[in-house]
Structures are given as C-alpha cells and as structure tokens.
C-alpha cells in the first residue's frame, strides 16, 4: 500500500474533459458534480485535502455480469475497488484500473467505456492514526471487464475480494445504469 500527498499528473482539464462527458450522458447528475467542476487547483487531486478530493474506482465485471467487490479494512464495508491518485496515473480510468489490479491481483482489465459511469459523493471519517481529519470523496468510478476471475486480495488493504451480484452495488443509480451496458 502506498500513501502519497504530494501532485499528481492529472489535470484539472482532465477531470472537466470526463466530467462534460459523463454530464452529456448523465445529464440528471450536475448537482453531484458541481463541487468537482468548481474544482481549480490540482490540490482537489491530494488525498490531504478537505473537505474533499477527488478518487477513481473501478467497477469491474465478469463473463457472467458479476461485480467485484472488496472488503475495505479501516471502513469494514463492502466497496468496488478503488482509491487515491497517485504520481504516475495517467488519467482517471489509470487509476481506477490501478487501484482495482493492486487490491485485488487481477490481471487484463478491459476499459468498456472512456467516459465515468457514476460518480458518488461519500463521506470518510476521520482517521487519528493517519493524521486524516474527515472528510469526503469524490469519488469517478468507471466500467471494465475483467478477462479472468482469480483474485488474490492485497491483505494490506482488504479483507477480501469477491464476486458478488450487482445488486450488492452502494447505488441503486449506478445499477441502473450498468443494465445499459
């Protein structure tokens, strides 16, 4: 695991680059995004800042449509995998994909489309032994396939990684949106 505060090579075009895209597909979401469009300093980018920066998930599913999820340590609760940028992302869907092949130990990991398919706002409680106060997550969560389903879970990080039914997602708007696919 690694923890990283310092830049990150994404840019603030980027992020508006993705956010216009997933607004023209998702019109109905502009207040959740809102706050990510006010974004102007790649500060929104840094895990240290409050109250909220900017993280990249993967929603990943196999052959038979099932989502992966993992069993987040310090949250104890079931996730799609994902977390902060870090330096060396190359762009959002980078990071989520990143994120998901560190946690979890998958390999292939077929981005199905460029634009986000959700994004979720969600709060994070303080975390004393990190020194993080709380805050929230803005949280760009894009769709990939996954070539095979072996999972080896980043023990650092979860307790487990499973393939789970999509109902078992945190929103009923993402699966919705996941029937569209």
């Known amino acids: 695991m690694r923890w990283h505060n310092g830049p990150v090579s994404i840019t603030i075009a980027h992020l508006r680059e993705h956010l216009t895209a997933y607004l023209h597909r998702w019109p109905e979401s502009e207040c959740e995004v809102r706050p990510l469009l006010d974004l102007d300093s790649p500060s929104g980018f840094d895990r240290s800042t409050v109250p909220g920066h900017v993280t990249a ?3 990943v599913l196999n052959a038979a449509d099932e ?3 993992i069993h987040h340590r310090a949250l104890d609760r079931w996730f799609q995998p994902g977390g902060h940028l870090e330096p060396g992302d190359e762009s959002l869907p980078a990071a989520a994909r990143r994120e998901a092949v560190e946690e979890t130990g998958l390999g292939a990991l077929e981005l199905l489309d460029p634009a986000p398919i959700h994004i979720d706002v969600h709060p994070i409680p303080a975390n004393p032994r990190k020194g993080e106060a709380a805050h929230d997550h803005y949280d760009v ?3 990939f396939r996954a070539a095979g389903t072996d999972l080896t879970p ?3 990080e979860v307790h487990a990684a499973e393939w789970r ?5 945190d929103s009923d708007d ?8």
């Not at 039914?165 to 997602?169: E, S």
């Open 154 to 156: 980043a023990a650092a």
């Open 57 to 59: 998930s993967a929603i």
């Open 141 to 143: 969560r894009y769709l």
């Open 165 to 169: 039914p999509v109902g078992d997602l």
């Open 174 to 181: 993402l699966i919705a949106r996941l029937k569209s696919y």
């Open 67 to 69: 989502v992966l999820l």
